[in-house]
Structure formats: C-alpha cells, structure tokens
C-alpha cells in the first residue's frame, strides 16, 4: 500500500555532492519520521540521518557537518543533501518512512529499494 521511490543516487568523485531524495505514495493517514539508511559492502545497515514530522533532526556522526536531511510534508518526500563526499560514504542508500495507514493502527515501517551511491577517489 506504500511506496517509496528514490533517486539522486549515482557516481561521483571525492569532495563532491549528491541530493538523494525519496517520495512516498500509496494509502496511508499520515507520516511519522523519515530517515536515510545505508549498507556498505559487507557492512551492516547504519542509519545516515532521521527527521520527523515537525524536522527535528538527526544525524550519525560520519555525517555531521556533511549532509542535511529535508523534508516537505505537502510532497511526502524526505530528502538527503551529501556535500563533500568521501569513499567510505560508497553505499547502498535506503530510504525509511514511519508511516500511519490507518487510525486504529500503529506505525508501519516501510523501505525503499535502495539507491547506489559511489564516490571515487
């Protein structure tokens, strides 16, 4: 009933950016927190940064001062700003919504697909 859809993902070179973002549709009342998720090779998911419904955020240290996270609530869309790229941010980028499909239910975790993100050095 939910659905995430990503993109932004892509190659870029050491030091630059990329703007993930992520739209959710489907049937559902209301969304909770967002947040952008990755999973290195042979790594195990981390969290990158959460932002809730009121944007407060959230930030791993590997990505303070590096990346914002965003949100427009009119789009349902959350978004990922990653400035001054490294190798070690070379992921799988998964997009999360805490999502309300109904009053009489509690939140619902739904996922993107994933989005790839390569920085080269």
């Known amino acids: 009933q939910v659905t995430l859809v990503e993109s932004g993902g892509g190659l870029v070179q050491a030091g630059g950016s990329l703007r993930l973002s992520c739209a959710a549709s489907?049937?559902?009342?209301?969304?909770?927190?967002m947040g952008w998720y990755r999973q290195a090779p042979g790594k195990q998911r981390e969290l990158v940064a959460t932002?809730?419904?009121?944007?407060?955020?959230n930030y791993a240290d590997s990505a303070k001062g590096r990346f914002t996270i965003s949100r427009d609530n009119a789009k349902n869309t959350v978004y990922l700003q990653m400035n001054s790229l490294k190798p070690e941010d070379t992921a799988v980028y998964y997009c999360?919504?805490?999502?309300?499909?109904?009053?009489?239910?509690?939140?619902?975790?739904?996922w993107g697909q994933g989005t790839q993100v390569t920085v080269s050095s």
């Open positions: 932002i809730s419904s009121r944007a407060t955020t």
């Open positions: 489907g049937r559902f009342l209301s969304i909770n927190d």
């Open positions: 999360n919504a805490r999502v309300i499909v109904a009053r009489w239910a509690s939140e619902a975790d739904s």
